[in-house]
């Protein structure tokens, strides 16, 4: 079946670093990526939408200069969050679309960011 | 806005034992629903969806739900769980555009032998 493939799995760094994570479709093409943010014991919050060839789609509240998204090609978009603060401390999960209109959603293995 | 929500945080149940898990939405609109599970150490992935047409949907692995419109509510049920069940159970709304699915913020369900 599809496969969308994401890394890294876990990743610490210092205050005021950037990080990149990549979330890849190993054997399908997503024009279309999403995502998501995930609080201990709370439901997935969709951040973003991340199109190919062109900009990302935020929902209201999310900062797009912290969260840098580019979906450079068909198979892979990457997420960056930019000069983190603890309170970026979260775990991201990206998923991206396969088949017709609300098909299904394939989902990465998430990454847990931690923030010192 | 949409909102979903799972009524239960965390279930321990026995095999064998039936398994019920609440999921209600608020979106007055045309909504898609889904139940989404993730194993330990595995991705979320689909378990079944309803779009339309029969309210009562089978899944994989032996789970139903039922799509109740006139209660914004859509449970996952399954009559005899197995040890492997044991999971992370997350139900999911998508009404507004193609995509932005809103989640339930899940529900742990723990099967003991």
């Known amino acids: 079946g599809a496969v969308v493939s994401q890394h890294p799995s876990w990743v610490i760094c210092k205050s005021g670093t950037s990080v990149k994570i990549e979330c890849r479709s190993l054997d399908f093409q997503a024009t279309t990526m999403f995502w998501y943010r995930q609080f201990p014991k709370q439901s997935l919050m969709l951040m973003a939408t991340s199109n190919e060839g062109s900009k990302a789609t935020y929902e209201q509240g ?12 068909l198979t ?3 997420l960056t969050v930019t000069s983190a603060h603890p309170e970026d401390s979260s775990f991201y999960i990206c998923s991206a679309p396969l088949g ?7 989902f990465g293995s998430g990454t847990q960011l931690s923030v010192l | 806005a949409q909102s979903v929500s799972q009524h239960n945080h965390h279930v321990i149940l026995s ?12 979106y007055g609109g045309t909504v898609n629903l889904f139940w989404y599970v993730q194993y330990p150490g595995q991705h ?6 309803y779009f339309s047409g029969d309210p009562l949907v089978k899944g994989i692995k032996g789970f139903e739900a039922e799509f109740i419109k006139s209660k914004f509510s859509f449970n996952l049920r399954k009559p005899s769980v197995q040890w492997s069940d044991t999971a992370e159970y997350f139900c999911a709304v998508n009404g507004d555009s193609w995509g932005k699915f809103q989640f339930g913020a899940g529900t742990q369900v723990v099967v003991t032998p």
Do not use: P, R
Not at chain 1, 100 to 106: D, I, M, S, V
């Open chain 2, 44 to 49: 979320l992935q689909l378990l079944l969806k």
């Open chain 1, 76 to 78: 892979l978009s990457t």
């Open chain 1, 62 to 73: 999310v900062e797009k200069d912290k969260f840098l998204i580019n979906h450079a090609s």
């Open chain 1, 100 to 106: 017709g209109f609300n098909e299904k959603l394939f």
């Open chain 2, 15 to 26: 095999e064998a034992a039936s398994l019920e898990l609440g999921c209600n939405y608020s």
